[in-house]
């Protein structure tokens, strides 16, 4: 049945129309936008998932900024380590140089001052923003390194890393340290080699209340082979009612360097012999035992101030000295090596995580630009065939006027 009133074909062709209409605006929308999902309308699930992994990836790029900020930190602090180490080598030789007899140890002697107060100049500009981590002034820096997404929410993680001493300052010499037979002592007793043969090498030192009262944070240490014990007191320990503090100290050693579990290696303490500790190396190797004093607020290589090789004594006596002061600078250059590496370990994964975070990102709400110019074209026709198809159908009226001529 016909109908002047109702153009039912009208309607369909219309309607038709504006359906393909609207998937061409759509279609329109992904190309300008280059994304299926573009607001919270076309897919609230999935725009949801996307935003969180956005927040995450811009969190994750400042992370690498952190990271890299850290790593040129630490960078200058392994530099002026090593710059230490080396300089402190240079200084190594000159006193090897002064255990002749046929040398002129007073000019030598200068040049162990010159490289002592250029040691004191790398420390002092080692800083990068500020921040020194070679003078003993920071006891840590923190670096932020992630952001962990669990249930319960977001938490940050870091990497500590542990500053060191280099400094040359306030030194106060104390005499604490002596030698049963084969160990060598400095001059002012804070320093002390012991060489124990393998197979039964034996020697003693003993610690005393030396030339200084002894002071919350004062420190003795003991190096065997690569492994460091260290003992540093307390205030209930040099409470001024106690008077056995050379005994604690060697009580604390003992116990610090038992815990290394060195191989061949016994340490035993007598309490009738205050302050004494007994080395014996049943071992299969030589052993090589050093020790050093650090009184509390001293930099930690301050006993470079008590070297003076004019004297043969004195050239004797540095040997140890230095060999401790060595020791420490290469030690803080490995710290700082390590915690490089980590951290640049950690950025590079940090990267890789953010381009997996955008690859996952771009494949929930990114448009399939080949599929899409494909359906567009495929809309244009539709719309094309839709709009003749309304125009036919709006010619139906006309039509029926034929049934009245």
Known sequence: MSSILTNNGAMVALQTMKSISANMARTQSEISTGKTVATAKDNAAVWSISKVMEADVEGFDR????????????????EAAETVADLLKTMKGKIVDAQGDNVDRAKLQTDVVALREQIGSVVSAAQFNGLNLVNGSTASMDILSSLDRSTTGVTSSTITVNGEDLSTGAYQANDVFSASSNGTISAAGDTFVLSLNSGGG????????????????DSVSMRIGDRVATYTLTDADVDSGN?????????????????????????DYDSANAGQLSFTND?????????????????????????????AAGATQALGTIENLLQTAIDAAAAFGSAETRIETQNSFVGSLTDALRSGIGSLVDADMEETSARLQALQVQQQLATQALSIANQQPQNLLSLFR
């Open 63 to 78: 992370i690498s900024d952190s990271l890299s900020l850290g790593s040129s930190t630490i960078a200058v602090a392994r």
């Open 202 to 217: 034996t020697d003693d030192i003993t610690i005393a209340d030396g030339a200084t009262a002894w002071a919350a944070g």
């Open 243 to 267: 008077n056995s503090v050379p005994d604690l100290i060697a009580i604390g050693l003992k116990n610090a360097i038992d815990a290394l579990g060195i191989d061949g290696l016994t340490v």
């Open 283 to 311: 071992g299969t190797a030589d052993v090589a035992v050093s020790g050093q004093f650090k009184n509390a607020g001293s930099g930690g290589l301050a006993q470079i101030n008590s070297i003076d090789i004019s004297t």
